[in-house]
C-alpha cells in the first residue's frame, strides 16, 4: 500500500506490521498455551516416560523430546481430540521410537535412580508406600509394552476410548490387554510375596 505525504509519494508497506503483530500474536498465544499444557500434564507425562525407560537420564532424555515433538506439534493441534488425548499420543509415539533406538543397548534397572513421589506424612508409611510403588513400577516395567502402554494410560486415568485413540487400537483391544496386563502384575506380584 502507498501512503502519499505532500508532492513525494511514499510507498509504505503498512500489511507487514499487521502481519508481524499477528505472528507474534499466534507464538505468544502458542508459547502460552504450550505452558499452560505442560503446567498441567506435565507430571503425568513424567510418569508416563518413566515407564518407558529405566534411569532417570533416560527419563529426563524421553520427556524432553516429547517436550519438542508437543511444541512443533502444537500448532498442527486441530481439537479433533481432547487436549490430554493429543498429548498422550505424542508422548507414545515418542516413547516408541526412544525404546526402539534404545533397543539395541543395554540398560540396567538402578533402584536408587528413579523417585517416586510420596506425599505421605510419617516416614513408616513413607517408607512402606514407597515400597509398594516401587514394587508396582518394577513389576509393570517387567511388563511386555502393549501391556505396559494400557496400565500406565489407566493409571493415568484415560477411559478406553481415550486409551484406544492414543495407542490406534479398538476399545475392545484395550480391555484385552488392560485384562492381560492386570492378570501378568498380578502375578508378578504375587511371586515377589
Given at each position: 500500500m502507498k501512503l502519499f505525504m505532500g508532492t513525494d509519494a511514499?510507498?509504505?508497506?503498512?500489511?507487514?506490521?499487521?502481519?508481524?503483530?499477528?505472528?507474534?500474536?499466534?507464538?505468544?498465544t502458542?508459547?502460552?498455551?504450550?505452558?499452560?499444557?505442560?503446567?498441567?500434564?506435565?507430571p503425568?507425562?513424567?510418569?508416563?516416560?518413566?515407564?518407558?525407560?529405566?534411569?532417570v537420564s533416560d527419563r529426563d532424555d524421553l520427556l524432553q523430546e516429547i517436550a519438542l515433538a508437543i511444541w512443533q506439534g502444537l500448532p498442527r493441534f486441530?481439537?479433533?481430540s481432547s487436549e490430554r488425548?493429543?498429548?498422550?499420543?505424542?508422548?507414545h509415539n515418542r516413547a516408541i521410537t526412544f525404546l526402539s533406538r534404545a533397543r539395541g543397548q543395554s540398560h540396567e534397572l538402578i533402584d536408587d535412580e528413579i523417585e517416586v513421589h510420596d506425599p505421605a506424612p510419617g516416614p513408616e508409611s513413607s517408607l512402606s508406600e514407597r515400597q509398594r510403588s516401587n514394587d508396582l513400577r518394577q513389576?509393570?516395567?517387567?511388563?511386555?509394552?502393549?501391556?505396559?502402554?494400557?496400565?500406565?494410560?489407566?493409571?493415568?486415568?484415560?477411559?478406553?476410548?481415550?486409551?484406544?485413540?492414543?495407542?490406534?487400537?479398538?476399545?475392545?483391544?484395550?480391555?484385552?490387554?488392560?485384562n492381560r496386563a492386570r492378570q501378568q502384575l498380578k502375578d508378578v506380584l504375587e511371586k515377589r510375596r
Open positions: 511514499v510507498a509504505v508497506d503498512v500489511a507487514a506490521p499487521v502481519l508481524l503483530d499477528r505472528e507474534y500474536l499466534d507464538r505468544t502458542l508459547e502460552q498455551q504450550f505452558e499452560n499444557l505442560l503446567e498441567v500434564y506435565g503425568a507425562l513424567t510418569r508416563l516416560a518413566a515407564s518407558y525407560t529405566n534411569t486441530r481439537g479433533e488425548t493429543f498429548l498422550y499420543r505424542i508422548a513389576a509393570v516395567h517387567r511388563l511386555p509394552v502393549a501391556y505396559r502402554q494400557v496400565i500406565t494410560l489407566t493409571l493415568e486415568g484415560l477411559g478406553y476410548r481415550e486409551i484406544s485413540e492414543v495407542l490406534g487400537i479398538s476399545e475392545a483391544n484395550v480391555g484385552a490387554r488392560l
